[in-house]
């Protein structure tokens, strides 16, 4: 690569060749760095457009409260917690068992000694 220079000393233009760094990298690589470049560029543009839309967001979100009522949690004493609570026994309950017996029976893939095969679990 040349370039014109100018000799303070004489008055006159030079011709300096200079060999910079696009000279010493084949131009396949140069397009690979500009394309990255292009991509991190967009990559930053995307980031500062989805900070934007989270400052909006957080910037809109006390204008539309429904009500000003502070709902602080009141703690339960525990004795009428556990009053309240109803024991379940899940030991007799067929259709947990069932259930349990069908999860393990699919995960296993195996067909039990009394003959009971899973064809699907539903969710209803």
Same mark, same amino acid.
């Given at each position: 690569m040349s *370039? *014109?220079? !100018?000799?303070?000393?004489?008055? !006159?233009l030079l011709k300096v060749s200079a060999s910079g760094i696009s000279d &010493?990298? /084949?131009d396949e690589y *140069?397009?690979?760095i500009v394309i990255l470049g292009l991509v991190l560029v967009g990559l930053i543009a995307v980031m500062g457009? +989805? #900070?934007?839309? &989270? +400052? !909006?967001? +957080?910037?809109? %979100?006390?204008m539309y409260k %429904?009500?000003?009522? #502070?709902? $602080? @949690?009141?703690? =339960? /004493?525990l004795a009428e917690y556990a009053g309240q609570? &109803?024991?379940y026994n899940t030991v007799n309950d067929?259709? +947990?068992?069932?259930?349990?017996? @069908?999860? *393990?029976m @699919? #995960? =296993? $893939? $195996?067909? /039990? @000694?009394d003959g009971l095969v899973i064809r699907s679990i539903r969710k209803k």
């Open positions: *370039l *014109l220079g !100018f000799n303070g000393n004489t008055g !006159f &010493k990298i /084949p *140069l397009d690979i457009v +989805l #900070s934007i839309i &989270k +400052l !909006f967001i +957080l910037l809109t %979100k006390g %429904k009500d000003d009522v #502070s709902r $602080e @949690a009141v703690p =339960m /004493p609570r &109803k024991a067929p259709q +947990l068992v069932a259930v349990i017996t @069908a999860a *393990l @699919a #995960s =296993m $893939e $195996e067909v /039990p @000694a």
